[in-house]
C-alpha cells in the first residue's frame, strides 16, 4: 500500500491564482481531512469527510473547497489565493472518525 | 482558542534518559487522545493512543499517562535516542454539536544530543 499520497510537494503561486492541491488513499478509508500547519500554531483542521458525497467544515475552512466523488480521492482547492495561505498543507485518512489518522508526506505552498 | 497545549515549546535531553513530554486539554467530555511524532518535512505519524477509560497505556519505549482529574496527558519515552529528536503533537477528540474531530496542540520539540 501507498498510503496517503499528496502532489505536487512544493508549490509557488501568486496572489489571486488558483490550485488543487491533490491527495488520494489506497486503505479504502471512509474518513479523509486536510490540515495546514503553520509555525507555532500546529495543525488546524481545514475540512474533512466522512465518505464519498459528504464533507464538512473544519476549524478554518475559509478560502478552501472540498468535494469527495470517490473514497480514494479528496483534493483541496484554492479558488484565489492569498499570502496568508502560505503554510505546509496535509492530508489524513481513517477507517472511523476522530481516531488514529495516517498522514500524507505534505504539500509546501508559498503565495507571493 | 486551543483547548489542547503542551506545557513546553521544546525540551532538550541526553541520549539514554528518559523523556517526558506534558500535554493540558481543556475539554472534560473527551474521551481519546493521541500522540504524534513529526521529524523535520514529514507528515505527523502515529505513536500511541489513549481512551478515556484508561490511565495508562504501554507501547515500545513509550508511555502515555493520562490524568482526568487535572487534565493532564503525557507521553514518555524510555532511554530516549537521537532518533526520537522531532515534534511531538497531542491530539484530543472533542465531539460538539458541530460534530467530531481531533483538535491538535502545539507541539513540543525534543532534542536529543549524545
Known amino acids: 500500500n501507498a498510503g496517503v499520497t499528496q502532489t505536487p510537494k512544493f508549490q509557488v503561486l501568486k496572489t489571486g491564482q488558483s490550485m488543487t492541491l491533490q491527495c488520494a488513499q489506497d486503505m479504502n478509508h471512509e474518513y479523509m481531512s486536510w490540515y495546514r500547519q503553520d509555525p507555532g500554531m500546529g495543525l488546524r483542521l481545514i475540512h474533512y469527510s466522512v465518505g464519498a458525497g459528504i464533507t464538512d467544515q473544519g476549524e478554518v475552512p475559509n478560502g478552501y473547497n472540498v468535494s469527495r466523488s470517490t473514497t480514494e480521492d479528496f483534493p483541496l482547492r484554492l479558488l484565489s489565493a492569498a499570502p496568508s495561505q502560505t503554510s505546509v498543507y496535509f492530508c489524513?485518512?481513517?477507517?472511523?472518525?476522530?481516531?488514529?489518522?495516517?498522514f500524507g508526506p505534505g504539500t509546501r505552498l508559498t503565495v507571493t | 482558542g486551543e483547548s489542547v497545549g503542551l506545557h513546553l515549546p521544546t525540551l532538550s535531553v541526553q541520549e539514554g534518559d528518559n523523556s517526558i513530554i506534558n500535554c493540558a486539554y481543556s475539554n472534560s467530555a473527551s474521551d481519546y487522545f493521541i500522540w504524534y511524532k513529526q521529524e523535520s518535512g514529514k507528515g505527523p505519524q502515529f505513536i500511541i493512543d489513549i481512551r478515556s477509560n484508561m490511565d495508562k497505556r504501554q507501547g515500545q519505549r513509550v508511555t502515555v499517562l493520562l490524568n482526568k482529574t487535572v487534565k493532564h496527558l503525557s507521553l514518555q519515552i524510555a532511554a530516549t535516542q537521537p532518533g526520537d529528536s522531532a515534534v511531538y503533537f497531542c491530539?484530543?477528540?472533542?465531539?460538539?454539536?458541530?460534530?467530531?474531530?481531533?483538535?491538535f496542540g502545539k507541539g513540543t520539540t525534543l532534542s536529543v544530543s549524545s
Open positions: 491530539a484530543e477528540n472533542i465531539s460538539n454539536q458541530a460534530g467530531t474531530a481531533l483538535i
Open positions: 489524513a485518512s481513517s477507517y472511523e472518525l476522530a481516531v488514529e489518522q495516517y
